[in-house]
């Protein structure tokens, strides 16, 4: 029998530290175990939670305040303009020729010019519940009878009571029971836009009671072109033609802002180019009304 020789370890390095044994892994949760955080941290992440959720909101909710204030701030002139203000709601196309279309008339005059009869149309506003209506002077020029049609068809005579060329206003009269009068409400032609939105009615190429829509395309103008000198007009891109001359420029409370006066452009007809005599001219003729109701 052989004998077998001791196995001798190998040597280790200085410092060496035997391995540990790895401490043992849990076994996984079994199916249906709840999660192993504490019931009180769990409170306590859900509160963090809400603090924070309160703080966000209430800052989205003064920063929504303050741009607000700056958004009020920068458009404050609406309020200032012959637009609906913060207490005023914007009429409806519908309403306002509901409203307004009654008190807009057709006017038809008998003229004579260069020696030869002729006939003119033009439209008007009824301003007072006196019989007193407001067109343009040259609606009326060297007529020599004036007849008023209302929208049920009635046809009154008209006497002149005022007549302004320089600022191309009248106001002609007639003499009917009050039911037949409904008269337009006056705006404030000093605070309209440049934008604000704007409704016409008059009598284009004889079509009465026609209704256009459009926006104040600017401001103080003046028309040389038209051979009238009224200066200081509204500009309007609503459809005006021969015809409504005479006719109210509405705001959207239906107010009247201006007196539909003439076009501008290459035809004589509209190209987008109309033009208003503000209605701080017609209370010049209308002293009796002192620029308020005319109810």
Do not use: C, W
């Not at 002609?172 to 409904?182: E, F, G, N, Y």
């Not at 040389?224 to 500009?235: K, N």
């Not at 006066?261 to 002192?290: D, M, R, T, Y």
Request: no cysteine; net charge negative.
């Amino acid at each position: 029998m052989i004998d077998e020789e001791p196995q001798l370890e190998a040597p280790r390095p200085v410092g060496y530290v035997p391995p540990q044994a790895a401490p043992p892994v849990p076994p996984p949760p079994s199916r249906g175990s709840t999660s192993t955080v504490p019931v009180a941290a769990l409170v306590l992440l859900i509160l963090a939670a809400g603090i924070a959720t309160a703080a966000v909101t209430a800052a989205i909710v003064t920063f929504a305040k303050n741009s607000g204030a700056r958004s009020a701030s920068a458009t404050g002139t609406v309020a200032a303009s012959s637009q609906p203000g913060p207490s005023q709601t914007a009429m409806p196309l519908t309403s306002i020729y509901k409203q307004d279309g009654p008190g807009v008339v057709t006017i038809s005059t008998e003229q004579r010019r260069f020696g030869r009869p002729g006939q003119g149309i033009g439209s008007g506003v009824v301003v007072d519940g006196n019989g007193d209506i407001v067109t343009n002077s040259h609606v009326i020029a060297n007529a020599q009878q004036i007849t008023v049609t209302f929208t049920d068809g009635t046809n009154v005579p008209a006497t002149v009571v005022t007549n302004d060329t320089t600022d191309d206003l009248a106001v002609i009269k007639v003499s009917v029971a009050a039911s037949k009068l409904h008269p337009i409400p006056l705006g404030n032609s000093d605070t309209v836009l440049v934008g604000d939105s704007v409704a016409a009615i008059g009598s284009p190429f004889d079509l009465p009671g026609t209704l256009t829509e459009g926006i104040v395309s600017g401001l103080h103008r003046n028309n040389p072109g038209a051979g009238i000198s009224a200066h200081d007009l509204i500009q309007t891109d609503a459809p005006i033609n021969p015809g409504n001359s005479g006719g109210p420029l509405l705001n959207t409370l239906g107010q009247v802002i201006g007196i539909n006066e003439s076009i501008s452009g290459p035809i004589n007809g509209n190209v987008g180019v109309g033009f208003a005599v503000p209605i701080k001219q017609v209370l010049k003729l209308l002293p009796n009304l002192g620029g308020t109701a005319n109810q």
